[in-house]
């Protein structure tokens, strides 16, 4: 259940009650966090007595508990009896659209945003408001399993370290908790069976186990040190805020005989609030973890500490607002590769909870990208982790299907996670105007052509390409000098790409542009596609009256070297032949046969019929001008 895994909310929620008698019981449960008892309360007062707080506080039970059509019900009715919160519209969005009501959730969100409109969550809204079909039309990046390993109860934050998996798990069945009335957290390790499935689950000793919770982990590279959350219980001793509640902390500890002991809480521990969820970067410089301290964004944020080299801390740094929201950011993860994942329903997600990933530029931060379904759900999507070299991972959620309240999914990269669309635009240089019809060829770094796309009546073409490539873009289109660019796609999710083309009659240097002249195999006539190019290079010649030129045409390898020679020569004459034949005067005109000698392509035996007919040509060079 939703909450059972935030452990942050668990420990750290503060809620300011307008108490009276009728609610007093019921207040003092949800102030404990006790929310399934609370909820019972709530309900009791509601049949006869209750207000806008009763069911706001009724609603904010069953969201809690991520109950979705409970709390969307009694949100509702707490705004039917007056409540104009922008928080309650906000909630009430959230539960409208984890029950697939997009339509009313945009509608409530807009209310939101009209409420709030300073807040990130409102000004993202406001920019894409129709942004759920966006990423429910995503590319699938994923394929996702249920694991073997699930429980009825709740697991989570499963990350493998070497052929160990280590997890949070509610299974032990032990004393309950009074937020949702299950066990508390353990940390649990596994192993792959011979079928690949997890299996044969372990709890950690006790000296990483307590009565309290504890959950998620990360490891130092050398896997000598352990990362992970625990309440703040440390040394026989439970530590409280001034509110009587306890907080997370941080610990580590040393592997040693192949056990985990000498646990240590981290200096930046506070009792006045959490600091959780801890990932440590491939170097073992730096340690990412989400907290409530003062002066963040949010209601939970993401920060970095610096791990020096003696095992100390520097100071904790948040993230910032690219990363951070007014909601809540939760589970960081960094990859090897340094692309940072984390969960939040601050940024524009399908349920409570999304996963989305950000590449780290030093201490910037690319663009946020919802990583779609099936990885995200309208349901709690998070403490996912992932592996780069095997392109597998896990991820945990409360979806529907499941065998528990949170489940493990082993998850497998079907897609690049970070794509970028390339918008084209193919343009008149001269007027600007869209060129319908253009061909647009997308080559990567080598040169290789990897698709083609022909542009719509408003000269666009798109295509899907992987981040922090570099690419190359050619457009052509008859009447026009074809145009190649070289980009690289960096990680934004759209790169607009305009491609002015100029048209063909402008000279360039000494040879006059034009799309190619091409014969057929063997062959010295003009086709029809030459004569319209032929009649551009006679427009240029009566433009410029004093311009000769020579046209030197050329043939592709096939047959002998003399046989080509005289071929070419054969072209070339046809060439100047329908030249005269506009009105040129034949003294303007000289030709050369090239014969083999100058491939445009030099392919040799291994052409294509495209490659020959390319290497089938007549160029047109300038001898003068004046």
């Keep these: 259940m939703k909450k059972l895994y ?14 009276n008698d009728k609610t007093k019981k019921a207040d003092k449960l949800y102030d404990r966090l006790e929310y399934v008892k609370a909820a019972e309360e709530y309900e009791e007062i509601a049949i006869d007595d209750a207000d806008a707080y009763v069911y706001e506080q009724l609603a904010n039970c069953y969201y809690n508990l991520f109950k979705t059509e409970d709390a969307e019900r009694w949100y509702r009715q707490s705004i039917s009896e007056g409540n104009k919160k922008a928080t309650v519209y906000f909630k009430y969005a959230q539960m409208l659209k984890a029950n697939g009501k997009y339509k009313e959730h945009n509608e409530w969100m807009s209310k939101f945003a009209a409420a709030k409109p300073n807040d990130k969550r409102a000004i993202a809204f406001n920019k894409n408001p129709n942004y759920i079909p966006q990423i429910l039309a995503k590319v699938t990046k994923f394929e996702v399993k249920n694991s073997e390993i699930n429980t009825k109860n709740s697991d989570f934050g499963a990350i493998a370290s070497g052929n160990i998996v280590y997890f949070t798990s509610t299974r032990d069945g032990g004393r309950k908790y009074g937020w949702n009335d299950q066990p508390y957290l353990d940390i649990y390790m596994a192993s792959y069976d011979g079928d690949g499935e997890l299996s044969s689950a372990q709890a950690l000793s006790k000296d990483i186990n307590t009565k309290y919770h504890e959950g998620t ?3 130092s590279p050398d896997k000598k040190t352990m990362y992970f959350t625990r309440e703040s219980y440390y040394d026989g001793k439970f530590k409280k805020d001034e509110d009587g509640k306890g907080t997370l902390n941080l610990y580590t500890a040393k592997m040693s005989g192949g056990e985990w002991t000498n646990v240590q809480p981290v200096p930046f521990n506070n009792d006045e609030y959490s600091v959780g969820h801890p990932s440590v970067s ?3 410089k730096t340690l990412y973890f989400a907290s409530d301290m003062p002066g963040g964004f949010g209601q939970s944020d993401l920060y970095k500490v610096a791990i020096n080299d003696d095992g100390s801390f520097g100071e904790p740094e948040n993230l910032g607002g690219d990363i951070n929201t007014e909601g809540r950011e939760f589970f960081p993860y960094i990859s090897n590769n340094g692309t940072l994942y984390f969960s939040s329903d601050g940024n524009l997600g399908i349920g409570g909870l999304d996963v989305f990933a950000s590449k780290v530029k030093g201490d910037s931060y690319g663009a946020v990208r919802n990583l779609g379904t099936p990885l995200n759900s309208n349901s709690d999507d998070f403490s996912f982790t992932f592996d780069e070299e095997t392109k597998k991972g896990f991820v945990a959620s409360n979806r529907d299907g499941g065998k528990g309240s949170d489940d493990i999914y082993e998850v497998t990269l079907i897609n690049p996670i ?8 193919v343009t008149d240089k001269e007027t600007g105007a869209a060129l319908s019809g253009a061909n647009v060829v997308l080559a990567d770094d080598q040169g290789n052509s990897v698709g083609s796309k022909t542009t719509d009546a408003e000269g666009k073409v798109t295509f899907k390409v992987e981040c922090d490539k570099s690419s190359r873009l050619e457009a052509t289109i008859q009447g026009y000098v074809p145009q190649q660019v070289d980009v690289n796609s960096g990680d934004d999710p759209t790169k607009l790409v305009e491609i002015p083309l100029a048209p063909i009659e402008e000279i360039i240097e000494d040879v006059i542009v034009l799309n190619p002249i091409y014969f057929d195999f063997d062959k010295h006539n003009i086709r029809q596609d030459a004569a ?13 009256p004093n311009m000769v030129i020579k046209v030197e045409t050329h043939t592709d390898i096939r047959g002998s070297a003399s046989y080509n020679q005289r071929l070419s020569e054969r072209r070339a004459k046809s060439t100047v032949q329908y030249i005269i ?3 040129i005067d034949a003294s303007r005109l000289s030709s050369e046969g090239k014969g083999e000698s100058s491939p445009l392509i030099d392919c040799g035996n291994k052409c294509t019929e495209e490659e020959h007919q390319q290497n089938r040509r007549s160029d047109f060079i300038i001898v003068s001008k004046d």
């Design 418 to 425: 970070c794509d970028v669309d390339y918008v084209v635009v």
């Design 532 to 544: 319209f190019e032929l009649d551009k290079v006679v427009n240029v010649m009566t433009k410029y």
């Design 282 to 284: 491939a170097d073992g």
């Design 217 to 219: 982990v990360s490891f």
């Design 6 to 19: 935030i452990l942050f909310l668990i420990l750290a929620t503060s809620n300011v009650f307008a108490q």
């Design 581 to 583: 034949s506009k009105g």
